[in-house]
């Protein structure tokens, strides 16, 4: 018989299972480093000495580094990446509703009649020209329309 024939042979299914042990914890352990280092950069409560501090900590004494920056800070970590991931969120739509509300300039019928009724309500039209211009705008010819390539065939 071959060399890798008596390799199956000579490694047991237990050592295969720590093997497999093994590997999970050192990419968990990789995981951990990676969220520390992140959430070090991330914090704005520290001066750049103290990040420069806890970073070289936690590049020369991995083990102890991490450790030590999970007890002392870890109770805010969950509350900095909350934040941030909001944040990203809040740009994000924040992005999307102005891409939609500026695209092509037009905007909704929604939006129109909310406009529409803040003027009669300032004053600035009487109750008949408020009617006639929210019949316009529901009937598609008024300043809210917007028939693009997409527009179907009845108008609407």
């Known amino acids: 018989m071959s ?4 390799l199956a042979y000579d490694y047991p299914l237990l050592s295969a299972f720590w093997t497999i042990l093994i590997i999970f914890l050192w990419i968990m352990w990789f995981v951990l480093l ?3 280092v992140m959430d070090i950069f991330r914090d704005d409560d520290l001066s750049g000495w103290a990040k420069t ?3 070289v900590f936690t590049v020369v004494l991995p083990f102890l580094g991490v450790f030590v920056y999970v007890i002392a800070r870890g109770k805010n970590m ?3 990446e909350r934040a941030q991931a909001r944040a990203q969120q809040d740009a994000f739509d924040s992005y999307v509703r102005e891409t939609a509300k500026g695209a092509g300039g037009h905007t909704s019928s929604v939006d129109e009649l909310a406009r529409l009724s803040e003027i009669k309500a300032r004053g600035d039209i009487s ?4 009617r006639r211009a929210k019949e ?3 009937s598609g ?3 809210a329309e917007h028939r693009g390539p997409y527009a179907s065939s ?3």
């Open 154 to 156: 009845t108008g609407r």
């Open 136 to 138: 316009l705008v529901l």
């Open 34 to 36: 990676f969220r520390v």
């Open 78 to 80: 969950g509350h900095r």
């Open 127 to 130: 109750d008949d020209e408020f």
């Open 53 to 55: 501090g806890w970073l």
């Open 141 to 143: 010819h008024g300043p």
């Open 3 to 6: 060399g890798a024939t008596y």
